[in-house]
């Protein structure tokens, strides 16, 4: 059973994610929060899988929010699904740098948001690599190269631009002739080079820093 908590201001809101989550086998509405002050003692009471995290809310936003319950290295922690309402959303932004595993948009069909939360709580593979590669293309341009990139082996590198494609662990073992084993230790590698928590911050890293080119589609 996957747990979901739902983090939104909007009390319609709540109640529509709510109703779709809760009549989908396998899925279990665990919580609600209207602010992201609420956050912290909503995930430790309740133990979620996922949070549907809004970002805009009164006290405070999910940016803060997502970074009181991102903690790196913490057993447990769920992983946020931001929804907004445009995707080109600095606050969208902001929120994957502090720790969001993804985004959605609020307008998106249920499946799709169905599908999202499955893949956050079951599989290793990046969230809609190229809705992150469209908003880290609007948002910001790349920086160049620098030196924590430049200590990333030619390996590490290959594995890195296959995270950005949205491969899992078995699909990148497979495309480069590797165990999944010896996958996730070059995924361990990366992250501590670049001093990322997650596969989605370095894929971003990826990008700002120029490593992978941003424009570029299927990258």
Known sequence: MIRVAIVDDDPLVRTALAAIIG?????????????????????????????????????????????????????????????????NDSYVYEALHAGAAGFLLKRAEPELLLTAIRMLATTDALLFPEALRRLVRQQSPP????????????????????????????????????????????????LAKLGARDRTQAVIYAYESGLIAVGAPGQ
């Open 23 to 87: 009549t989908e086998p396998g899925l279990h509405v665990a919580g609600e929060a209207g602010d992201g002050v609420d956050v912290p003692a909503l995930v430790r009471d309740t133990s979620p899988d996922v949070v549907l995290m809004d970002v805009r809310m009164p006290n405070i936003d999910g940016i803060e929010a997502t970074r009181r319950i991102s903690g790196r290295g913490q057993t447990g922690t769920p992983r946020v699904l931001v929804l907004t309402t445009f995707e």
């Open 143 to 190: 920086r160049g190269s620098t030196s924590q990139h430049a200590k990333l082996t030619a390996r590490e590198t290959e594995v890195l631009k296959a995270l950005a494609r949205g491969l899992t662990n078995a699909e990148i073992g497979a495309e480069l002739f590797l165990s999944t084993e010896t996958v996730k230790t070059h995924v361990g590698s990366i």
